[in-house]
């Protein structure tokens, strides 16, 4: 199994960006489809999540501005980042925990990471 992210860049203050994740391999079902970011210098956080079912939770800094959504088809995550500030730039990761086939297996995947620059 592999996730691929992509659709990281430089943009100004104010400005959009969509990431997406595609998971890829023996998979079974997803569950749990997440971002992360990581700035210099600070932890790793939880920026957005949406489960299987639908469910939506956003870090309070990005709320009213990012939205989570996700394509069960194409096995693929995707954050849609509006009114982008400074402070959003770090670098992306997606993570997605899978329940692998054959043989049956729930196991946590990240992505590469993509990085993600917000101009002032």
């Known amino acids: 199994v592999q996730l691929q992210a992509f659709g990281g860049g430089l943009v100004q203050a104010g400005g959009s960006l969509r990431l997406s994740c595609v998971c890829s391999?023996?998979?079974?079902?997803?569950?749990?489809m997440n971002w992360y970011r990581q700035a210099p210098g600070k932890q790793r956080e939880l920026v957005a999540r949406?489960?299987?079912?639908?469910?939506?939770d956003y870090a309070d800094s990005v709320k009213g501005r990012f939205t989570i959504s996700r394509d069960n088809a194409k096995n693929t995550v995707y954050l849609q980042m509006n009114s982008l500030k400074p402070e959003d730039t770090a670098i992306y990761y997606c993570?997605?925990?899978?329940?692998?086939?054959?043989?049956?297996?729930?196991?946590?995947?990240w992505g590469q990471g993509t990085q993600v620059t917000v101009s002032s």
């Open positions: 949406i489960t299987s079912g639908g469910r939506l």
């Open positions: 993570y997605a925990e899978i329940l692998q086939d054959e043989p049956r297996s729930l196991r946590e995947y």
């Open positions: 391999g023996n998979i079974f079902n997803i569950y749990d």
